[in-house]
């Protein structure tokens, strides 16, 4: 079927993508929240993050992207932040309109 709608880029790389050390926090996280709002929070921001990985409006090509996620979790590691922020600093697509096309 015809690509229809706004094209989105995803990085990649241990820079972006919440690792399985991240994914194995966030299950401890869950099983300390007691209370459904507290889980429901955590399993919202892993469903997004699952969903795009394979959504039909998902480019690999930067270039033929309108608008570029930056898959990052920092509540699940802070440092992640520094990481992030250091290769976006890189990127020639952060770079051309400042991250204003960017969604974190």
């Known amino acids: 079927p015809p690509i229809l709608g706004p094209r989105f880029f995803m990085y990649e790389g241990p820079e972006f993508i919440p690792n399985a050390t991240a994914i194995r926090a966030i299950s401890q996280s869950l ?6 709002n507290g889980r429901m929070m955590w399993f919202a921001e892993l469903f997004v993050y699952w969903e795009l990985r394979s959504h039909p409006q998902r480019t690999h090509d930067p270039s033929a992207a309108s608008l570029f996620v930056v898959p990052a ?4 590691d802070p440092g992640s932040v520094d990481r992030v922020a250091a290769a976006l600093a890189l990127e020639p697509a952060w770079l051309r309109r400042r991250g204003a096309d960017h969604l974190v």
């Open 73 to 76: 979790l920092p509540h699940v």
């Open 31 to 36: 099983a300390r929240h007691s209370d459904l």
